[in-house]
């Protein structure tokens, strides 16, 4: 059975940091990419990062671009995302999404939000 669970997310304040990660099961997670993707309340769905499934190669959103790290252990079957410098604007549930050409796989999101 194909799983992918996040978890991470919570209450933060403006300038702080949080650690995603993104356990997956049930599949070879290490031939897949991986991304985070984030949707805020009345929005859609939005592109944050994407890394290959090697690890080697890294693609961000300009809003996540020197704030945002997403990387991956497939040792692990894990994926992560680490995000510094919150802001208000950052408020969203995350999700975790892996894809290659068999299919596509998402998790159940994780909340984040980014208040005083």
């Known amino acids: 059975q194909v799983q992918l669970v996040e978890s991470g997310g919570g209450l933060v304040q403006p300038g702080g940091s949080l650690r995603l990660s993104c356990v997956a099961s049930?599949?070879?997670?290490?031939?897949?990419?991986m991304s985070w993707y984030r949707q805020a309340q009345g929005k859609e769905r939005e592109l944050v990062a994407t890394?290959?499934?090697?690890?080697?190669?890294?693609n961000y959103a300009d809003s996540a671009k020197g704030r945002f790290t997403i990387s991956r252990d497939n040792a692990k079957n894990t994926g992560y995302l680490q995000m510094n410098s919150l802001e208000p604007e950052d408020t969203a549930v995350y999700y975790c999404?892996?894809?290659?050409?068999?299919?596509?796989?998402w998790g159940q999101g994780t909340q984040v939000t980014v208040s005083s």
């Open positions: 890394i290959t499934p090697s690890g080697g190669s890294t």
């Open positions: 049930g599949f070879t997670f290490s031939a897949y990419a």
């Open positions: 999404k892996v894809s290659r050409w068999s299919g596509t796989y």
